[in-house]
């Protein structure tokens, strides 16, 4: 039976189907909550605060809210409808803390039971709202209204206005960029300052994590400012020069690094720091996890809207690594790596994950956020966060509660002051978001990607997708770091001598990658990847075997003119997908023996 709606109701809902017509069809929109109370008993209740399991929990859920939550035994309104779920086990819903959000991923999320994202960046207005109702088939959206318009010029009264207008977006937390030298560090603080007024909380990219947590940041993405905050001004200099592979080999000074810790904690501050999207690709775990990406797009419903050049990129991230040198500047393949780079790539996942677990340790707090898109497949990815978590030495409730409850804190307000969290827990008032487990993820965190049931707001919604979910108007955009199409702009050498032997072509431009190939005349070549300018190809002798024939001489008297009649042979380079493709072409000149060299 479901609950009468008020015209006031009747006029909100009915500018939400307009709004999500296209995208949720009724056959799979979730339900309306009942009117009548529901009850969920008998299973373990995990309720994300840290505190010990309950087993054969009740929950009492009246609309869209928790109105309580018992032991076994705990008496239940007569007239609610009762739910048995001996054997089962709830956690709440879960909460993705960095997304660049698109509408299309709406359905992946609710059926790996995220049931709330953090869109960074995102304006969502009417979307956001809608988002809230527990008929719109897509998680609860929480957004950064777009970031605040600073610059370092701006004085403490421009800041002060800037923040404001902002805050008429109706943010739910701030993103604010990195600063560089001390007149942003000051504009920074300033709107920092501002922000914590009206009671939100500050997220954002850093350079320097001390510093910016001092200049009033409560929540750093990503890990590399600590990293670079103890490397040597030569050190960070040969770093942003491309002369390093990666950042994490610089965690090694723990007497230094367990300092920031300390201060990091005591200010408060989190860290959001994306551990798959960085790294994920050397964890133990990582073939396992493409193989969950490869079931997942092997679903024809789901496969029916979800962009397929996404897709294949992000199966393919399962096997690159993020480098930061000058020498690959893309993600490289790792079995392209030598065997010394592997091993510093490896050494420097060891040492991220150490630090994350000494951050924890002290009393720290992580956000599982994925960077998704780009850092992994919507709602799954979640999930391998928290295992990675897990391998870095954190317990599985630490795991779990970065993607709810210390997530979810980030929605509360500075110190609090918007009131205890909404989302991210199994508590009085609430929303009733669960997601149902057949096992106990505290005996394995990956048993949180053994869904059951997902509910929001009170609804239990319909798992599976729907082919007609969405429909793009324009093509998706790709991941960031997705693979070029690569691109000439000259070879060396650019004319040889008809005749001549087996050689070496130098092939320059951009976009090169690990596994680019040359192609002469249209035929892939053996290639060398000196770098992602430079790629060396072996250019077989038939293929200048012969100057002539040409198509430029007119039938007459046979003559040695030269100025038409060289041949040209076609130099490209292809880079498969997933991206890539072939780029433009440069003319090998094939000169015939009688002219002789220019």
């Not at 992580?366 to 799954?380: H, K």
């Amino acid at each position: 039976m479901t609950s009468p709606i008020t015209a006031l109701s009747k006029k909100f809902l009915f500018l939400s189907f307009l709004a999500f017509a296209v995208h949720c069809p009724l056959g799979l929109s979730q339900q309306s909550p009942e009117s009548r109370p529901l009850v969920l008993q008998g299973a373990t209740v995990i309720d994300g605060r840290g505190g010990p399991p309950v087993s054969g929990g009740v929950i009492l859920i009246a609309g869209d809210r928790i109105q309580s939550v018992g032991a076994r035994g705990t008496n239940v309104p007569a007239e609610a409808t009762v739910v048995d779920l001996s054997g089962k086990f709830i956690i709440p819903g879960l909460i993705e803390s960095h997304a660049h959000y698109g509408e299309w991923m709406g359905e992946v999320f609710l059926n790996h039971g995220v049931t709330s994202i953090m869109a960074v960046g995102g304006r969502f207005g009417e979307k956001k709202e809608a988002s809230q109702q527990s008929a719109a088939r897509t998680p609860r959206i929480f957004d950064t209204a777009g970031d605040p318009r600073l610059s370092p010029s701006l004085t403490q009264a421009q800041v002060r206005d800037a923040v404001q207008q902002w805050l008429q977006g109706k943010p739910d937390f701030a993103r604010l960029r990195s600063f560089f030298d001390d007149r942003g560090r000051q504009v920074y603080q300033w709107a920092a300052e501002e922000i914590h007024l009206a009671g939100l909380m500050v997220f954002g990219h850093t350079e320097n994590a001390p510093e910016s947590i001092r200049a009033g940041q409560d929540s750093v993405e990503h890990i590399w400012g600590f990293a670079q905050a103890q490397m040597s001004p030569q050190e960070l200099d040969e770093f942003q020069r491309g002369q390093h592979l990666h950042w994490a080999p610089f965690f090694r000074d723990w007497t230094r690094l367990d300092q920031m810790i300390r201060e990091a904690v005591d200010r408060g501050a989190y860290i959001n720091p994306t551990f798959l999207y960085e790294m994920g690709s050397l964890s133990a775990l990582a073939a396992r996890h493409e193989q969950e990406d490869y079931l997942l797009y092997s679903n024809p419903r789901l496969m029916a809207y979800y962009p397929k050049h996404v897709a294949e990129s992000l199966l393919q991230k399962h096997r690159q690594i993020r480098s930061f040198s000058g020498k690959y500047e893309n993600l490289v393949l790792i079995s392209r790596l030598t065997p010394e780079e592997l091993e510093e790539f490896k050494q420097g996942y060891r040492l991220a994950g150490e630090f994350l677990k000494r951050f924890v340790q002290a009393g720290g707090k992580l956000q599982a956020g994925t960077d998704t898109l780009s850092g992994g497949t919507p709602g799954l990815s979640l999930h391998q966060e928290m295992e990675l978590f897990v391998e870095a030495g954190l317990t599985p409730m630490q795991a779990l509660q970065s993607a709810t409850l210390w997530s979810a804190e980030m929605l509360s307000g500075k110190d609090g002051v918007l009131g205890g969290p909404q989302v991210g827990v199994i508590a009085e008032g609430a929303f009733a978001d669960l997601v149902v487990l057949a096992a106990n993820p505290l005996e394995d965190i990956g048993n949180t990607k053994n869904i059951e049931r997902v509910m929001k707001g009170g609804a239990f919604i319909e798992l599976g997708y729907d082919p007609a979910y969405y429909t793009f108007t324009q093509p998706a955009r790709s991941i960031a770091m997705a693979t070029p199409v690569p691109g000439i702009s000259a070879i060396t050498p650019h004319t040889v001598a008809e005749g001549t032997p087996e050689f070496e072509i130098l092939v320059e431009g951009v976009g090169f990658v690990g596994n680019s190939v040359v192609r002469v005349n249209g035929v892939s070549v053996p290639t060398t990847f000196v770098g992602p300018r430079r790629l060396k190809a072996r250019v077989p002798a038939d293929t200048v075997e012969r100057a002539r024939p040409n198509p430029f001489d007119a039938p007459g008297p046979a003559q040695n003119v030269g100025v038409f009649g060289d041949r040209t042979v076609p130099i490209t380079v292809y880079t498969a997908p997933p991206e890539g493709g072939l780029s433009n072409r440069i003319l090998l000149r094939v000169q015939a023996k009688w002219m002789g060299p220019e």
